[in-house]
């Protein structure tokens, strides 16, 4: 497994070998020596049908680093930097994920996470660094106009919660 940079300094991509046969392929998605001594005790997993997107989300309290893996289907994954002291906050880094992908997205704490499913359904696995705390827990407005994300569809099936979230400004 390999740890490779983008374009913001903290979220990484996770590249691992895929093995494949004629009988599909088995890929390591993730070893506890990898991210120092961020440890994982929660995991999670969505299913969303096409045009879904889901978030801008994070814990303002009880953050989480996260490990997002696509076992089913093709995301647009973004993460948003909202850390108040770094030089890139509300800048984003987005990329698209399968379940063919050769790797998982690493996002450290202080990021908004989000996404949107490409195919008719999918599914995302997140390896989580702390427990879910409903209390701290903030939405990032998906189509702020300062952090300006590039979606692939500019009408997409949002949850109430979703609808309601707020501008980059609140969250200096």
């Not at 008719?120 to 300006?148: F, G, H």
Request: net charge positive.
């Amino acid at each position: 497994m390999k740890l490779l940079k983008t374009k913001i300094k903290g979220p990484l991509l996770i590249k691992s070998e895929i093995f494949k046969d004629k009988r599909g392929y088995l890929r390591e998605t993730f070893r506890n020596n990898l991210l120092g001594k961020t440890k994982f005790p929660f995991d999670v997993m969505s299913f969303s049908k096409k045009n879904v997107l889901r978030g801008l989300h994070i814990q303002t309290n009880k953050s989480q680093a996260k490990i997002i893996t696509v076992t089913n289907g093709k995301i647009f994954d973004v993460a948003v930097d909202l850390r108040k002291k770094s030089k890139t906050f509300g800048k984003y880094v987005s990329l698209i994920i399968s379940d063919k992908s050769d790797f998982s997205f690493y996002i450290p704490q202080g990021f908004a996470h989000g996404f949107m499913c490409l195919t008719e359904k999918c599914t995302v696995n997140y390896k989580c660094s702390n427990y879910r705390d409903p209390k701290s827990e903030k939405t990032l407005k998906w189509n702020d106009k300062t952090v300006n994300i590039k979606w692939p569809k500019y009408k997409p099936i949002l949850s109430d919660k979703d609808k309601k979230g707020a501008d980059l400004v609140s969250f200096k």
